[in-house]
T-cell receptor, first 115, second 113 residues
């Protein structure tokens, strides 16, 4: 049962344009969401997070949007740069009061930014 | 500030052998989680340790085990290796408190022949 889904395995975007990566989740107990970027032969790098009490969080070129009613989050990268080409994972964690502390990851979306 | 360190980076074993992987978390982090990454499967959660206690466990067979020491360093052991255990094994650490991200090491690439 895949509780966190990234339905687009890949995405190509022109340099300078906006990249939008999407993620859907099924567990209503999730209250903390994260995005990671992964280059080949390296571990995932934390990008940005959002808690369920917010619907938007920005950090430089990266913005994460959370739509709790739709159980959907997205990562916007503006403007996209060739160095952003990587695999992006979304992750979610339930409130620890539920007894679980584990993070559930999606299967990733490969972003390619074309120069 | 030093990041998460995993050793070794690469490992080749044969079926039936056992292996131990090591993870040193970021200084001050008390939570260590282990993940298996295979092509197309994302990051599959193995287990999480906090202050030497396993707090959560994923859906992996008992051949996969782990432990955490008093200095928060962690080891993962896989016994009776199978071909399907070939994967990238990632370790992540966090302070362990609410709403704080995990930070990953670069992983150990395990190949089973």
């Amino acid at each position: 049962d895949q509780q966190v889904k990234q339905n687009s395995p890949s995405l190509s975007v022109q340099e300078g344009r906006i990249s939008i990566l999407n993620c859907d989740y099924t567990n209503s107990m999730f209250d903390y969401f994260l995005w990671y970027k992964k280059y080949p032969a390296e571990g995932p790098t934390f990008l940005i997070s959002i808690s369920s009490i917010k619907d938007k969080n920005e950090d430089g070129r990266f913005t994460v949007f959370l739509n709790k009613s739709a159980k959907h989050l997205s990562l916007h990268i503006v403007p996209s740069q060739p160095g952003d080409s990587a695999v992006y994972f979304c992750a979610a964690r339930a409130n620890p009061t539920s007894g679980t502390y584990k993070y559930i990851f999606g299967t990733g979306t490969r972003l390619k930014v074309l120069a | 500030k030093a990041g998460v360190t995993q050793t070794p980076r690469y490992l080749i074993k044969t079926r039936g052998q056992q292996v131990t992987l090591s993870c040193s978390p970021i200084s001050g982090h008390r939570s260590v989680s282990w993940y298996q990454q295979t092509p197309g499967q994302g990051l599959q959660f193995l287990f999480e340790y906090f202050s030497e206690t396993q707090r959560n466990k994923g859906n992996f067979p008992g051949r996969f085990s782990g432990r955490q020491f008093s200095n928060s360093r962690s080891e993962m052991n896989v016994s009776t290796l199978e071909l399907g255990d070939s994967a990238l094994y990632l370790c992540a650490s966090s302070p362990g408190q609410f709403n704080q991200p995990q930070h990953f090491g670069d992983g150990t690439r395990l190949s089973i022949l």
